[in-house]
C-alpha cells in the first residue's frame, strides 16, 4: 500500500501527536527536524518512506496506519487488529497487543462501538504488563465514552479501574473518590451483580490504604456476601479483597482461609497473573499466622515465581515476590538475606502501592534492626509510626510501634 498522500498525511499526524500530547520536537529524529515535522502537518511537504517509519515508531503505531487509504478501509481494519489484539491478550503476550490496539485507535473514522472496545483492552494489556500509568491515561480516555454509550456496566468497570490506578500510584484519596462514585453508579439502575461486586472490590481496597478500615470492613462484608454467586476469576479476586482487609487488620488467621479458598478458585489458564500474586498473598498470610513455611506454602512460593519468570508481564509483579521473600527470611531469622529483599523491592517494583510501600519499609527497618542496625532503623520506624497516627494510618501505626516493641524484646 502506498503511503497516504497530502494534506491526509499531515492531518493524520497532527491529530496523533496531539492525541498523544507530544511537540513537533518530540518527533525529531535522523533525517526528521522540528521544521520538516511542522511543513509535514502542513501539507506542505511529501513524507518519505523513512520518514513515515521514523514517525511511526516515535508514535508508538504500526506504519501501517500512514499507509491507510483516507477514512474508507478503517472501519474494515478496526476489527480485524481488534481480534487479533485480543489473541495476543490471550496468548499472553500483552505487548504485542499494545501495539495493535494502539495501532487501532489511531485509525480514522473507528465506529463508537469498536472504539470503547479498543481502548478497555487496551486498559487490559497496559495492566497486565504492570504500566499502571499507561492504564490509567487509557482509562481516562475511555471514561467519557462510557459515559457517552449509556453502557452502565462499561461505567462503573472503568471507575472501579481508575481507582485501582490511582490506589498504585499512592492517591489514596483519589482512589477512594472514584471507588465510592463506581459504587453509586453500581447501585442504580441497569447495573447487575458482577458490576457492585467490582465497585466493592475497588472501594474497599482504597478504604484499606486510606486507614478507614472499618467502612472497608463493612464493604467487604458485602462483598463477601456475593462471593457464593462467583466462579473462576471473580470469585478468587473478591476473597482476596476480603482478605486484604483482615490482612489490614492484622487479622491474618481470618485473610489465610479465604485465600486457600481464592486458590481453589483460580485457573491457570485463564489468569497466570492472579494465579501467581494469590499464591504470594498465601505465603504471606501462612508465615504471618504459622511463623514457619510448610509444604504446601513452599509450593505455591516456587509456583509463583515460575509463573512470573514466564510470563512477559511477570516483571512488574516481582516487587511482590520479594516482599514475601522477604518476610519468609525473616521468619528464618536470615535478616540480611530479609533487608535486602524489601530494598529490591521498594526500589523495583513499579505496582507496589503506598500502603504496601509503608508496610515493606516497616518490615526492612525491622529486619534491620534484627540485623543490628540499631539507632537508625529504630528511628525510621518511630518516623514511620508517628507519620501513620498523624494520618490516621492507625494499622501502619500500630504494625511500627509493635516492630519496635518486638525488637526491643528482641535486644534484651
Request: with cysteine; net charge negative.
Amino acid at each position: 500500500m502506498e503511503l497516504l498522500a497530502q494534506p491526509e498525511f499531515g492531518r493524520l499526524l497532527r491529530r496523533l501527536r496531539a492525541e498523544r500530547g507530544l511537540s513537533q520536537a518530540d518527533l525529531v529524529g535522523p533525517k526528521v527536524s522540528a521544521s520538516y515535522v511542522s511543513r509535514l502537518e502542513s501539507g506542505g511537504r511529501a513524507v518519505t518512506p523513512q520518514a513515515a517509519a521514523h514517525l511511526a515508531e516515535r508514535l508508538g503505531i504500526a506504519i501501517d496506519v500512514f499507509r491507510i487509504a483516507a477514512g474508507a478501509v478503517s472501519a474494515d481494519r478496526a476489527p480485524a487488529l481488534l481480534a487479533e489484539a485480543v489473541a495476543a491478550l490471550d496468548d499472553g503476550a500483552p505487548a504485542e497487543a499494545v501495539r495493535l490496539l494502539t495501532t487501532c485507535a489511531a485509525l480514522p473514522d473507528v465506529s463508537a462501538d469498536h472504539a470503547w472496545q479498543v481502548l478497555w483492552y487496551l486498559a487490559r494489556a497496559h495492566e497486565r504488563l504492570g504500566d499502571v500509568r499507561a492504564r490509567r491515561d487509557t482509562l481516562e480516555r475511555l471514561r467519557p465514552v462510557a459515559q457517552e454509550s449509556g453502557i452502565t456496566p462499561l461505567r462503573v468497570r472503568v471507575l472501579a479501574g481508575l481507582s485501582g490506578c490511582d490506589l498504585a500510584l499512592g492517591e489514596s484519596e483519589s482512589a477512594v473518590a472514584r471507588g465510592r462514585e463506581a459504587l453509586a453508579v453500581a447501585t442504580g439502575a441497569g447495573a447487575a451483580d458482577a458490576e457492585r461486586a467490582a465497585a466493592l472490590l475497588a472501594v474497599a481496597a482504597a478504604e484499606v490504604a486510606t486507614g478507614r478500615l472499618g467502612e472497608a470492613e463493612e464493604h467487604a462484608g458485602l462483598l463477601l456476601e456475593r462471593t457464593a454467586e462467583m466462579s473462576g476469576r471473580r470469585r478468587a479476586r473478591a476473597l482476596w479483597a476480603v482478605a486484604a482487609v483482615h490482612t489490614a487488620r492484622d487479622a491474618h488467621d481470618r485473610a489465610l482461609p479465604l485465600l486457600e479458598e481464592a486458590l481453589g478458585a483460580a485457573d491457570a489458564r485463564g489468569d497466570l497473573l492472579l494465579w501467581a500474586r494469590l499464591r504470594l498473598a498465601a505465603v504471606s498470610a501462612y508465615v504471618e499466622v504459622h511463623g514457619a513455611m510448610a509444604e504446601d506454602p513452599e509450593r505455591w512460593c516456587r509456583e509463583a515465581e515460575t509463573a512470573l519468570a514466564m510470563m512477559d508481564d511477570g516483571a512488574g509483579y516481582l516487587g511482590e515476590l520479594w516482599v514475601v521473600q522477604a518476610r519468609v527470611a525473616f521468619h528464618r531469622g536470615e535478616f540480611a538475606a530479609a533487608a535486602r529483599l524489601c530494598r529490591d523491592a521498594l526500589t523495583g517494583s513499579g505496582t507496589m502501592n503506598r500502603h504496601d510501600r509503608v508496610r515493606t519499609e516497616i518490615l526492612l527497618y525491622e529486619a534491620e534492626l534484627a540485623d543490628g542496625a540499631g539507632e537508625s532503623a529504630a528511628a525510621e520506624l518511630r518516623r514511620i509510626a508517628e507519620e501513620a497516627t498523624r494520618s490516621g494510618s492507625l494499622d501502619l501505626a500500630t504494625r511500627a510501634w509493635k516492630a519496635l516493641a518486638q525488637a526491643a524484646l528482641r535486644g534484651n
